[in-house]
């Protein structure tokens, strides 16, 4: 049968032509326009795993963190017939460098959580055991596990982390408004327990099967402070459970013993502190009969409840069941409301009930129900906050579908549906049976094969709701991309539309953006990244300063995926660098009195230097009180590679200028930017004062001249560069004496070249093509980089280079001996350890210490990195 045309749901009875029960088209080549988009981005599987190590009867479990973090477990036994509990953490951007945990979990690993930061991991097993993974040295390919709880032979069903009251409501219908704080607005929502001060408290909570409710806490200490509780008086067996959240700070659980014809119980647990010991109160809430066992035809059709969900851990309100047979399933959407109780006409002659005063019940009201389906293997709910006025199916138009609208169900034929939330309308289809392909192989149509289908076992959606991994039953992962237009073709500016939203949205909350990336088509670049500069420069200046080096990493992330924009990266990496320098070099200067103004040094480096336009350095120095520059030697000799790396850039940029027609220069979009330049030279006049001091920190220059004063010059120049862009006048193009002089610096000074950070393609830009990618665990594919690439100036590297600390700014040789890190979002490579103990050094590590300079998560390389 064709696929169904979308139809209206605006009415809360039955359509079934909108339903997913109805059949769509099992031809793997089919374009499913009308119905919504789906494809495969890449496929990354084991190489050396023989198929009798598979143990397909034991359930995965896989999480997504926040970060673009994705977590995994394997049903893998090992040479002694064993099941290997482990635990697999990758980053989306690497799946190949896949970190496994031998997590020592005894029995089967049922659970696994992410924190609300995404850096931390719970896991839980079938022996009532609970470890909390936390990162090695701030590494994502280092985990290790110092706390955890126990509820000693008692499997775990359902695991949460306690909620932090920290709640984001996104606005679809405010997408064009011009504050931020329009289109993302802070929820009102209590964390689940705060500390003294209304600090939220950490900690975790999990359903055993026998009915047990156990809470820990991580007091500041250190200390796990654990409680257990039964969720009520007659304890049965819990085969299912989740865990939800409201906005009063309660917890709300539901559980299920699995069979249909049971109902399905909700609880509230309230969780305290008394007297140092962890106190849970439990109450019973309203439950619920499935439809499909009230109808007569299907009572005994769907024998067992196989999955329960909240629609959303911050949305107790809203539930998902599917009840299935051995064969088929059925899926079900509940919601509960407060109803007014009817009062007896008796009763209403003594006191009349008006307005308010008529008493309210909560009471379970089914949403939508699908037809009969193919049996259901995996649920995954959307993490996207969507702001809904109605909780009613009329909120679901027609017209706009929004990503954090749909869940997705696969199922055992090896299809994936992603349908509306509330309406379970289907929005988009995928069928595994598309095999991936290499790039150069032909796009022919795969014969179908016998035998049980590949499906997925476990399976999660991203945060921004636009990809969707999925672990199938031969242990392979699989990354597919999702429209951001489910259920209607979309034109190119509503598309940009769509994903400026969601790229504004990870700004705020720092989510990591990878999965936007994917949508992204080089042609789409250059104004994505205008548009979002557009929207930043309309937000408040306090708003602007605190996402101002997040906005510059998105751009360059952005930039990478288009060959006519990959020399800003570039640009756009070296401002994050040099923002960092200067906050941490004004940092170091303080006043020489306590009482003095409210203005620090750094303040008034920066509002001298804009007020003075004098080309002489000494000049501008006299003007300051250089006592608040005054450093121990010690200090300024650790800054020294730092101090050469602004000199070496300011001396590029000059002798750059003659050719700034040429945008494929790297550093061709300093010389119009004011700001930048501003920064530059008052780090020029600091080195300068720093250099009475200690003139060993200097930037060290190659001179034709030994009475040259290179300083001197260099600010003379870059003085009159900045003149021309800057903020407070007017802005003119430099005059043809500057260009002169400028021309005139390599045949003074001997001009560097600087080490930039490698452009070379990412995994994401090559999946642009939108042909899947077929990657092994373990191996890293070759992803070389274009020839546009290759033929930019001072972008290519060639094999037996010396390499560089891109932080430190120190030369590690051709062949580094040192434990280094790389950044998995910009590739930025800095040593593991410091080989400087000063204070000043230290102070510029914690800069990046946690994550790389443009927000991205740090990864153990090989010590032969390329």
């Known amino acids: 049968m064709a696929a169904p045309e979308a139809g209206r749901y605006g009415e809360c009875g039955p359509r079934p032509p909108a339903r997913l029960g109805a059949r769509i088209s099992q031809d793997p080549g089919t374009v499913l326009g009308a119905v919504g988009m789906m494809d495969l981005a890449y496929v990354c599987e084991w190489e050396k795993w023989p198929k009798s190590t598979y143990c397909p009867s034991v359930p995965l479990a896989c999480a997504w963190s926040c970060r673009n973090l994705i977590a995994f477990t394997t049903d893998l036994r090992n040479d002694d017939q064993d099941l290997a509990r482990m635990i697999h953490i990758l980053d989306t951007e690497h799946p190949w460098d896949v970190h496994s945990i031998s997590s020592e979990h005894s029995e089967v690993i049922t659970c696994l959580e992410w924190d609300q930061s995404g850096s931390r991991l719970l896991s839980a ?55 931020f704080g329009e289109k993302f607005s802070r929820v009102k929502f209590s964390p689940s327990l705060t500390l003294f001060g209304g600090k ?309 909350t720092g989510y990591d953006w990878w999965d936007i990336l994917l949508h992204v088509q080089p042609g789409m670049v250059q104004s994505l990244v205008e548009k979002l500069h557009e929207e930043y420069m309309r937000q408040k200046p306090a708003l602007q300063q605190v996402l101002s080096t997040r906005i510059l990493a998105m751009k360059a992330s952005l930039c990478k995926l288009s060959p006519c924009t990959v020399t800003r990266v570039c640009d756009y990496h070296t401002k994050l660098f040099l923002m960092a320098i200067s906050s941490t070099l004004k940092s170091l200067l303080r006043p020489h009195f306590l009482n003095t103004p409210d203005k620090s040094p750094g303040d008034r480096l920066a509002e001298i230097c804009a007020k003075i336009t004098d080309v002489d350095i000494d000049k501008v120095m006299i003007n300051l009180k250089t006592e608040e520059f005054v450093l121990d030697m010690n200090t300024l000799q650790a800054l020294q590679q730092l101090l050469q790396w602004v000199g070496d850039f300011v001396l590029y940029l000059l002798a750059s200028l003659p050719n700034q027609g040429s945008p494929l220069r790297p550093g061709h979009s300093f010389l119009r930017d004011g700001t930048s330049l501003g920064m530059l030279r008052e780090l020029m006049v600091v080195i300068r004062i720093w250099g009475l001091l200690k003139p060993s920190c200097l930037p060290v220059y190659t001179a034709t001249s030994d009475t040259q004063d290179s300083m001197s010059l260099l600010f003379r120049l870059l003085t009159k560069l900045w003149i021309c862009c800057r903020d407070e006048g007017p802005a003119s193009e430099p005059d043809e004496a500057l260009v002169d002089e400028c021309c005139l610096l390599p045949s003074q000074l001997l001009v560097p070249s600087l080490d930039w950070l490698p452009a070379s393609d990412s995994l994401v830009s090559r999946l642009q093509p939108k042909q899947p990618l077929r990657l092994f ?87 032969s990195y390329s």
């Open 125 to 179: 097993d079938a022996d009532g055991q609970i470890k909390c993974w936390s990162m090695a040295d701030h590494l994502a390919n280092s985990w290790e596990s110092s706390v955890g709880s126990l509820v000693e032979g008692d499997p775990i069903v359902a695991l949460s982390w306690l909620h932090n009251g920290v709640k984001l409501a996104l606005h679809v219908e405010k997408s064009g408004a011009s504050s």
């Open 200 to 508: 939220p408290m950490e900690g975790w909570i999990a359903v055993t099967v026998s009915g047990l409710v156990t809470v820990s806490l991580l007091k500041p200490s250190g200390q796990v402070l654990t409680s257990t509780e039964s969720l009520c008086r007659l304890r049965g067996r819990v085969a299912l459970a989740d865990i939800a959240f409201t906005g009063g700070g309660n917890i709300v659980v539901a559980t299920a013993d699995g069979s249909s014809t049971s109902p399905v119980q909700f609880y509230k647990v309230c969780v305290s502190v008394v007297s140092e010991k962890c106190r849970i109160d439990t109450e019973i809430l309203p439950s619920l009969f499935m439809r499909c066992t009230t109808d007569v035809n299907r009572k005994d059709k769907f024998p067992a409840i196989t999955h329960l969900k909240f629609l959303a851990r911050d949305m107790s309100e809203q539930v998902l069941l599917c009840a299935s047979s051995q064969t088929s399933s059925l899926v079900e959407c509940w919601s509960l409301r407060k109803e007014g109780l009817p009062v007896n006409n008796i009763f209403q002659q003594i006191s009349p009930v008006v307005g308010d005063k008529q008493p309210m019940i909560l009471k379970w009201r089914i949403l939508s129900a699908t037809n009969d389906l193919d049996r259901v293997s995996a649920v995954a709910l959307p993490k996207l906050p969507i702001s809904l006025t109605n909780t009613d199916l009329k909120v679901a138009s027609d017209t706009q579908f929004y990503p954090g609208l749909g869940l997705a169900l696969a199922f055992h034929d090896g299809s994936v549906h992603i349908v509306h939330r509330l309406s379970l309308q289907t929005m988009a289809v995928f069928y595994s049976s598309a095999a991936p392909r290499s790039l150069d192989e032909p796009a022919i149509k795969r014969p179908r094969t016998t035998g049980p289908a590949v499906h997925f076992k476990a399976m999660q959606l991203s945060w921004t709701s636009l990809a969707l991994v999925g672990i199938d039953n031969h242990g392979k992962l699989s990354m597919l991309r999702i429209s951001p237009s489910l259920g209607h073709p979309l034109e190119a500016k509503l598309a940009l539309q769509h994903l400026l939203f969601l790229l504004e949205y990870c700004m705020v």
């Open 777 to 863: 665990f373990g191996r890293a594919p070759p992803l070389p980089g274009s020839a546009t690439t290759l033929q930019l100036d001072g972008l290519a590297r060639a094999p037996g280079q010396p390499k560089i600390d891109h932080l430190r700014r120190l030369h590690l040789g051709a062949y580094p001996t040192e434990e280094c890190k790389a950044c998995t979002r910009c590739g930025c490579v800095t040593m593991l350890n410091s080989p400087n103990e000063t204070t000043a050094v230290k102070q510029w590590e914690q800069r990046w210490i946690k994550n790389c300079l443009c927000g991205g998560l740090w990864r153990r390389v090989p010590l």
